[in-house]
């Protein structure tokens, strides 16, 4: 069975500050994908990120930076000098290569004040 | 309109009420899925439909029944609902993972159901 943990409930941190996001996975398979969603406030999930199980190449997009860790199970992920729009909630998910379902973290939320 | 839309946005009902949520994608893609979010659970997924077949149904109670009628829209239709199926309801779309390794699913953004 497949698992998602994301340890941290909430994080609050000031405007400008770096904030990084825990995700450790549990799965049996050899190929496998991760996934990283955003959920502000108005409720939609919105897609940030894809890793496939075989790529662990580090990865940057903006302010955003992704760590992958086969060796660990885990995908962190990092908001560099952040913003009050990165105020949201945060959802790791895992899927295994054959199937359609989705395993979710219960999701960090990030509170970012001015 | 693009991506997935869903209606109502919000809505409230009595136990003894039928209504249907209703979600429609306009990314092209071939599977969908109905996923409920409680305040004290993570993101459970509730039905797939794979090209419009139900490919999955992960112990969901009757009182819970999805239609797909076509790859591009969704149903869930709710009868004789419990106060403890209060929550947000979302629909997602991708392709399916046969066709796309990686099948990043895309979501509307939920309909807020209250049972009363």
């Known amino acids: 069975a497949q698992k998602v943990t994301q340890a941290q409930t909430e994080i609050s941190v000031v405007e400008k500050e770096d904030v990084t996001l825990d995700c450790v996975y549990e799965?049996?398979?050899?190929?496998?994908?991760l996934f990283w969603y955003k959920q502000p406030p108005s409720g939609e999930l919105v897609f940030l990120i894809r890793?496939?199980?075989?790529?662990?190449q580090n990865e940057i997009s903006g302010r955003y930076s992704w760590n992958f860790q086969k060796s660990t199970s885990s995908f962190n992920f990092t908001i560099t000098a952040s913003q009050v729009v990165d105020s949201a909630v945060y959802f790791c998910?895992?899927?295994?290569?054959?199937?359609?379902?989705?395993?979710f973290g219960g999701g960090t939320r990030v509170l970012v004040k001015p | 309109e693009t991506g997935v839309t869903q209606t109502p946005r919000h809505l409230v009902m009595g136990m003894t009420n039928k209504k249907s949520l209703k979600c429609e994608q306009h990314?092209?893609?071939?599977?969908m899925y109905w996923y409920k979010q409680s305040a004290k659970k993570p993101l459970e997924l509730m039905f797939v439909?794979?090209?419009?077949?139900?490919?999955e149904n992960n112990s969901v109670p009757s009182r819970f029944s999805p239609e797909c009628p076509n790859s591009s829209h969704l149903f869930l239709h709710l009868h004789t609902l419990q106060p403890e199926d209060s929550a947000l309801y979302l629909c997602?779309?991708?392709?399916?993972?046969?066709?796309?390794?990686?099948?990043?699913?895309?979501f509307g953004p939920g309909t807020r159901l209250t049972v009363l």
């Open positions: 997602a779309s991708s392709q399916r993972p046969a066709d796309s390794g990686y099948n990043e699913q895309f």
């Open positions: 439909y794979s090209l419009e077949e139900r490919v």
């Open positions: 998910a895992l899927r295994e290569a054959a199937g359609n379902k989705l395993t």
């Open positions: 799965t049996r398979d050899t190929t496998y994908y």
């Open positions: 990314l092209g893609h071939n599977a």
């Open positions: 890793r496939n199980s075989f790529d662990e």
